[in-house]
């Protein structure tokens, strides 16, 4: 059990028999009046968002989850499954993925989440390499500065695919960099 003024942002912690992430932490009061804190968290389990303020003395569970290297293997509406090297399945929701629905491609390696034997989630490379299916050609003249286009990526389901802004230089069947953490482009990636 950990007081709630060592609970750090991207902490797990249980809340009513509930895994919560802490997405962010604000912290108000005084050494006199003692400490206060306004956490937003989210349902690990459900994603839904929930707010909370807590009391420095208060204290909680910290949740360390398991993981485990998995590679995607296919869509099954409305189930996305995994697999492990030992080629155990594990399927997750559509919405327990997030922002790794963007990026998802067979055979892709990446790393389930698991909470009590469950996967939950997937934790993606921090880049990742993808082709770009479509990008608007550069104009003539429009150079000045730092100039950016969209960039269509290539996908495994075609529902999910994902723009970026790129530099003028880009173009489709280029293959670029991409932080999956903020989704910008870092850099073409050559051969």
């Known amino acids: 059990m950990k007081p709630a003024k060592e609970i750090r942002v991207g902490n797990i912690i249980m809340i009513d028999n509930k895994p919560m992430?802490?997405?962010?932490?604000?912290?108000?009061?005084?050494?006199?009046t003692g400490f206060t804190y306004k956490w937003k968290m989210k349902n690990l389990l459900t994603n839904s968002p929930q707010e909370n303020v807590m009391r420095g003395d208060d204290k909680f569970d910290v949740v360390v989850l398991d993981k485990k290297p998995v590679t995607y293997s296919y869509f099954a509406d409305p189930l996305f499954v995994f697999m492990d090297g030992e080629y155990n399945q594990y399927e997750i929701e559509e919405e327990n993925l997030g922002d790794a629905l963007h990026y998802l491609k067979e055979g892709m390696e990446c790393e389930a989440v698991f909470y009590d034997g469950k996967a939950i989630s997937?934790?993606?490379p921090t880049t990742i390499a993808r082709k770009v299916a479509y990008s608007e050609p550069a104009v003539k003249g429009n150079t000045s500065g730092n100039v950016l286009k969209e960039a269509k990526l290539e996908n495994a389901i075609e529902a999910y695919s994902h723009t970026v802004q790129v530099p003028l230089f880009?173009?489709?069947?280029?293959?670029?960099?991409?932080?999956?953490?903020?989704?910008?482009?870092?850099?073409?990636?050559r051969n």
């Open 170 to 189: 880009v173009s489709t069947d280029d293959v670029i960099e991409v932080d999956t953490r903020t989704n910008e482009y870092k850099r073409v990636v």
């Open 21 to 32: 992430i802490v997405l962010r932490s604000d912290v108000n009061g005084s050494s006199r």
């Open 122 to 124: 997937v934790e993606l």
